[in-house]
């Protein structure tokens, strides 16, 4: 096809096709592709995101990235890296009970990609995978740590995380999206973690992709009876960051908790999609999301709890605050509850302000300058949804990043 008749997504598709083919659930997704429009502001799911600086990007593989030494501060952990969009091929030495094994194909995914683009995209064309499972009564005693490196100019990554827990197994997981001197870099990761009966698991999420890149990051999660699953989202940095979070509840007596902070600053967007999906009776969720937003920067969040009819005594909570900086910070907030059943207990709630005007008051008259009460309110603001982390080596590290974001 000559380059002049190609409309945009069709150029922007290019960019990303595999020389080889592709096949399978692959060739699925790349059919999938054909139809589905690129994302643009007239679709309600991306209704606050404009994507047109990603659809007119010119993206590059690099299929040989180099795997320097990448270092972190979460400890002792079982490490897997993964640089552009390729793991490092490195032996992890993982416990008995613990296997990790490279993608080479996609099976049975959970991912609906035949509709949502960015889904489709990775199916079809992922760089490369790795899917780690525990067997049944596994619990591990450190966290998987999975760090995501960009580096270079205008390259494009399309990692894959399958993370599969046997029935009665616990783990914790950090997922680091960490920049390199990265410039109009592009990941689009699509991570899929299923829970089986009486597990537990533990995601916490850092997302530092650096302020000239861009994050998509999709998350499907299946829960089965008597499973616990926690998620904890920390979005720092990001030119465009959008989080798609889709949790299906399949099974009775489940907890499921979801918590986030997105502290956003410049020219910054980051946009928070979740959907919990009450399928069967029992259970409880709760979901906390908590933003700062300042100068020009702009975030959404939009969290959706569905309750199905057969789901009956449900606690569904669900709350997103967020405070405004300066005059030209904007959020759009959209909680929803979509409610089936007869005897459940649900709520959810948005506001948006500036700092309390009354605290500022009280702190200035106990001799605090205006600079460090404001410093106080937002680590008080922010602090209140990072105490539920469980992990504390993941917690304290966050906790000295938001204090050196704010000067706190």
């Given at each position: 096809m000559?380059?002049v008749?190609?409309?945009k997504?069709?150029l922007?598709l290019e960019?990303?096709?595999?020389s080889e083919?592709v096949h399978?659930v692959s060739?699925?997704?790349?059919?999938?592709?054909?139809?589905l429009?690129?994302p643009n502001?007239?679709?309600?799911?991306w209704?606050y995101?404009?994507?047109?600086k990603?659809?007119?990007?010119n993206f590059?593989l690099d299929e040989?990235p180099?795997f320097?030494?990448?270092?972190t501060?979460?400890?002792?952990?079982f490490?897997?890296n993964?640089?552009?969009?390729f793991?490092e091929d490195?032996?992890v030495?993982?416990?008995?009970?613990?296997q990790?094994?490279?993608i080479?194909?996609?099976?049975?995914?959970?991912?609906?990609?035949?509709y949502?683009f960015?889904s489709?995209?990775?199916?079809?064309?992922?760089?490369?995978g790795i899917?780690?499972?525990?067997e049944?009564?596994?619990k591990l005693d450190?966290?998987i740590?999975i760090?995501?490196?960009?580096?270079g100019n205008?390259?494009?990554a399309?990692?894959?995380?399958?993370?599969v827990?046997g029935?009665?197994?616990?783990?914790?997981?950090?997922?680091n999206?960490?920049n390199?001197?990265?410039?109009e870099?592009?990941?689009?990761v699509?991570s899929?973690?299923k829970?089986s009966?009486?597990a537990?698991?533990?995601v916490h999420?850092?997302?530092?992709?650096?302020d000239?890149?861009y994050?998509?990051?999709t998350t499907?999660?299946?829960?089965k009876r008597?499973?616990?699953?926690?998620i904890?989202?920390?979005?720092l940095e990001g030119k465009?960051?959008?989080n798609?979070?889709?949790?299906a509840?399949?099974?009775?007596?489940?907890e499921?908790r979801?918590?986030g902070?997105?502290l956003?600053?410049?020219?910054q967007h980051?946009?928070?999609?979740?959907y919990v999906?009450h399928?069967?009776?029992n259970?409880n969720s709760?979901?906390n999301y908590?933003?700062?937003?300042?100068?020009?920067?702009?975030?959404v969040?939009n969290?959706?709890?569905m309750?199905q009819p057969?789901?009956?005594k449900?606690?569904?909570?669900?709350?997103?605050?967020?405070?405004?900086l300066s005059d030209?910070?904007?959020?759009n907030?959209?909680p929803?509850?979509?409610?089936?059943?007869d005897?459940v207990?649900?709520?959810?709630?948005?506001t948006?302000?500036?700092l309390?005007?009354?605290?500022l008051?009280?702190l200035?008259?106990?001799?605090?300058?205006?600079?460090?009460?404001k410093?106080?309110?937002i680590r008080?603001f922010?602090?209140?949804?990072l105490e539920?982390i469980?992990?504390?080596?993941?917690?304290?590290?966050?906790e000295?990043l938001?204090e050196e974001?704010?000067g706190v």
């Open positions: 000559d380059v008749s190609m409309d997504k069709e922007f960019q990303f096709r595999v083919g399978g060739k699925s997704a790349e059919l999938a592709l054909l139809e429009p690129f502001t007239r679709e309600e799911y209704k995101t404009r994507l047109t990603i659809q007119n990007g590059l040989n180099s320097e030494p990448i270092l501060e979460f400890g002792d952990a490490t897997f993964c640089v552009n969009g793991f490195s032996d030495k993982l416990p008995i009970g613990v990790s094994k490279v080479e194909e996609i099976r049975d995914p959970l991912v609906e990609y035949q949502e960015f489709a995209l990775n199916t079809a064309y992922f760089t490369s899917r780690i499972k525990l049944p009564k596994m450190k966290p740590l760090n995501f490196v960009s580096t205008a390259i494009q399309q990692p894959r995380l399958e993370i827990l029935e009665g197994a616990s783990a914790a997981v950090i997922i999206f960490q390199q001197n990265a410039t870099h592009i990941t689009n699509v899929e973690m829970v009966k009486n537990s698991l533990q999420q850092l997302q530092q992709s650096g000239d890149n994050l998509i990051n499907e999660v299946l829960q008597d499973s616990k699953f926690s904890h989202t920390m979005s465009i960051l959008r798609n979070l889709n949790i509840v399949d099974g009775q007596n489940c499921t979801l918590n902070v997105y956003v600053s410049g020219t980051v946009d928070n999609h979740t999906d399928k069967k009776p259970c709760s979901e908590k933003g700062i937003i300042d100068d020009k920067a702009t975030a969040f969290g959706k709890v309750v057969d789901a009956q449900i606690n569904a909570f669900q709350s997103n605050q967020n405070i405004l030209d910070a904007t959020i907030s959209k929803e509850l979509e409610i089936y059943a005897d207990q649900c709520s959810h709630g948005s948006t302000g500036q309390d005007e009354e605290a008051f009280y200035r008259s106990r001799g605090v300058s205006e600079k460090s009460a410093k106080m309110l008080a922010v602090f209140d949804v539920e469980e992990l504390e080596v993941f917690k304290y590290h966050v000295g938001v974001k704010f």
